[in-house]
T-cell receptor, first 112, second 119 residues
């Protein structure tokens, strides 16, 4: 298995909802990443996990809450989002922090 | 701080022709990696090609090759025999190879070049 999967593909939520994005990889990678990408812009790094521990938080608002329950799974919990949070959320993984990243297909999030 | 610049927001190429996408970067480091990622309308970021700065030889992957000019800090991507499936946004990216005590060496992206392929 050489891919990163993300669910759901699309998500529409209201500003008072709580939802979660899921990312999974079975390549034995020990680093996992969340990115946010606006249309026609490059991805912006949000969080990095290394060996299931949060390594980097790029000053992301607390309405985004990451979780890494095990080495294969990465979640992003969403609560009280704003319309400007609408974007494509990409997950990536790498063998460790020093190797190239492989990206998932993303979740298209719309906040109403 | 490192920066990556892609000066061509959009480009177009005829099917079967060759196109070159430009990328320049700025760094004071001597050891780093450079990447080209492709993002088609399907959204998935796909690694196209990777170059280690310490390697003189330009990387090649099938129809994709790079022209890496370390002194000029230039890293262009050449796509030969362009196909309709090559239409995508292409991002150039830089990553340090220095060891910062375990902190990740972040990918620094350029702003992207949107490539259209005309049949």
């Amino acid at each position: 298995d050489t891919e990163v999967t993300q669910t759901p593909k699309h998500l529409v939520m209201g500003m008072t909802n709580k939802k979660s994005l899921k990312c999974e990889q079975h390549m034995g990678h020990r680093a996992m990443y969340w990115y946010k990408q606006k249309a026609k812009k490059p991805p912006e790094l949000m969080f990095v996990y290394s060996y299931e521990k949060l390594s980097i938080n790029e000053s992301v608002p607390s309405r985004f809450s990451p979780e890494c329950p095990n080495s294969s799974l990465l979640n992003l919990h969403l609560h009280a989002l704003q319309p400007e949070d609408s974007a494509l959320y990409l997950c990536a993984s790498s063998q460790d922090l020093r190797n190239e990243q492989f990206f998932g297909p993303g979740t298209r999030l719309t906040v109403l | 701080a490192q920066t990556v610049t892609q000066s061509q927001p959009e480009m177009s190429v005829q099917e079967a022709e060759t196109v070159t996408l430009s990328c320049t970067y700025d760094t004071s480091e001597s050891d780093y990696y450079l990447f080209w990622y492709k993002q088609p309308p399907s959204r998935q970021m796909i690694l196209v090609i990777r170059q280690e700065a310490y390697k003189q030889q330009n990387a090649t992957e099938n129809r994709f090759s790079v022209n890496f000019q370390k002194a000029a800090k230039s890293f262009s991507l050449k796509i030969s025999d362009s196909q309709l499936g090559d239409a995508a946004m292409y991002f150039c990216a830089y990553r340090s190879a220095m060891n910062y005590g375990g902190a990740t060496n972040k990918l620094i992206f350029g702003t992207g070049t949107l490539l259209a392929v005309q049949p």
